[in-house]
T-cell receptor, first 113, second 115 residues
Framework: KQEVTQIPAALSVPEGENLVLNCSFT??????LQWFRQDPGKGLTSLLL?????REQTSGRLNASLDKSSGRSTLYIAASQPGDSATYLC????????????FGTGTKLQVIP | DGGITQSPKYLFRKEGQNVTLSCEQN?????MYWYRQDPGQGLRLIYY???????QKGDIAEGYSVSREKKESFPLTVTSAQKNPTAFYLC??????????????FGDGTRLSIL
C-alpha cells in the first residue's frame, strides 16, 4: 500500500526560529511531490512542487528537498512568522495506475509571537 | 482572477436526502477532482475527471455520484447511500492528468453535516 506519513502531527515554535517539517513515503517510484498549506476551514494552497528528477525547490523562505532513495522529503521554513501558522500537507504522485495523488495527514504548525 | 469556486460553504443533509455540491473553475483545466477530508486522515479521492463527459471512481466512490457535462463544472452528489457523509469536501483541478509538472489547485471546500 502506498502511504505518506507526516510526523509530528503538531509543532509549536517561537517566532523567528528555523524549522523542518518531515514527509515520508513508502515507494520510491514517484513522479513528483507537492507541499501544501491549509488554513483552518480553507482549501489547500500549493507551496512547492518537486519533480522526481529534482533534489530541491525554493520559494522565498521555503525550501523543499526530496530524497527518493530514502523515501523522504523535508520542508524547511526559515525565520518563522506567526502568519506561517497553518497545517502543512505533503502529497505524492506515485507512478503507475492513474497516477493518483496520495496525501499525508499533515503537520499543524503554530508559530508563537 | 482564475480559481475554483465551491458552493455552498456549509451544507446540511437530512436522512434519506441527496445533496449536490457545486464546483466551478475558470482556469481552463482539463482535469478535476473531488476529495473528502476527515479529521486525522489524509485527503481521500472520491472521483476524478480527465476530460468532459468522462469520469472515474477514486478510492471511496461508494455513495457518491458526479457529472462532467462542461469543462468548467464538476458537481458532486452525496446520495442517501453514503451513510457517513459528514466531512469537509474539496474540489481540485489541474491542467491535465499526467506525470509532468502540474500542481493541483483547490477550492475553499464545502463542509457537510447531518441534521
Amino acid at each position: 500500500k502506498q502511504e505518506v506519513t507526516q510526523i509530528p502531527a503538531a509543532l509549536s515554535v517561537p517566532e523567528g526560529e528555523n524549522l523542518v517539517l518531515n514527509c515520508s513515503f513508502t515507494d520510491s517510484a514517484i513522479y513528483n511531490l507537492q507541499w501544501f498549506r491549509q488554513d483552518p476551514g480553507k482549501g489547500l494552497t500549493s507551496l512547492l512542487l518537486i519533480q522526481s528528477s529534482q533534489r530541491e525547490q525554493t520559494s522565498g523562505r521555503l525550501n523543499a528537498s526530496l530524497d527518493k532513495s530514502s523515501g523522504r522529503s523535508t520542508l524547511y521554513i526559515a525565520a518563522s512568522q506567526p502568519g506561517d501558522s497553518a497545517t502543512y500537507l505533503c502529497a505524492v504522485r506515485y507512478s503507475g495506475g492513474y497516477q493518483k495523488v496520495t496525501f499525508g495527514t499533515g503537520t499543524k504548525l503554530q508559530v508563537i509571537p | 482572477d482564475g480559481g475554483i469556486t465551491q458552493s455552498p460553504k456549509y451544507l446540511f443533509r437530512k436522512e434519506g436526502q441527496n445533496v449536490t455540491l457545486s464546483c466551478e473553475q475558470n482556469l481552463n483545466h482539463d482535469a478535476m477532482y473531488w476529495y473528502r477530508q476527515d479529521p486525522g486522515q489524509g485527503l481521500r479521492l472520491i472521483y476524478y475527471s480527465q476530460i468532459v463527459n468522462d469520469f472515474q471512481k477514486g478510492d471511496i466512490a461508494e455513495g457518491y455520484s458526479v457529472s462532467r457535462e462542461k469543462k468548467e463544472s464538476f458537481p458532486l452528489t452525496v446520495t442517501s447511500a453514503q451513510k457517513n457523509p459528514t466531512a469537509f469536501y474539496l474540489c481540485a483541478s489541474s491542467t491535465h492528468m499526467g506525470p509532468t509538472n502540474q500542481p493541483q489547485h483547490f477550492g475553499d471546500g464545502t463542509r457537510l453535516s447531518i441534521l
